[in-house]
């Protein structure tokens, strides 16, 4: 009987920060948004779905339609686009998604804000355009700083799925959470 070499668990893959846990990457074959809206209908469906439950608040800082469609199509509650004018409301939410850059108030601001507003575990999706290499390192940054943790980092593209051909990829998707407030984030 051949004695079989012992298998090792594969190499974490992901963003990796020294002394931090490494950022799963995912990618999305979803199509790619209008021109002037955040994301396409697809996208708004997944984020609902993956990242909250039937009638938990969502907060959508979005430009179009597309996470509203989503949100009433998945039984979900939202804060939509009017939110912007009026604040956020009183009641915490689950998820809070938004463009980037936000042109409201600076990113580190910005992600206190989502903090104090979203329920323990609550997430914040931030929804770049694909392209600039150093955008989503500095919003990293910004939401880190204000306690927020690098949960997930999707990757919304286009292109075959028989992995033989080249995906084009449209949209960067950086998911935060609210986790461990008592250890700044962390």
Known sequence: MRKQNPQHAPL????????????????????????????????GVRLVHNLTHPSQLIIDLTDGPQLARAVIAAGRRSR???ARQSGWGKEPATLIVTGWPHTRVLGQEFFALCRAKLLPGGCVAVLLAHGNPILPADVVAAAKAAGLRYLQHVVAATGATDGLSQLDIHTDVLIFTNSGAEEGGR
């Open 12 to 43: 974490p893959v992901g963003e990796v920060v020294s002394g931090e846990h490494p950022v799963p990457i995912t990618v999305w074959p979803v199509p790619a948004p209008a021109q002037d809206e955040t994301m396409s209908n697809q996208t």
């Open 80 to 82: 939509l686009q009017a």
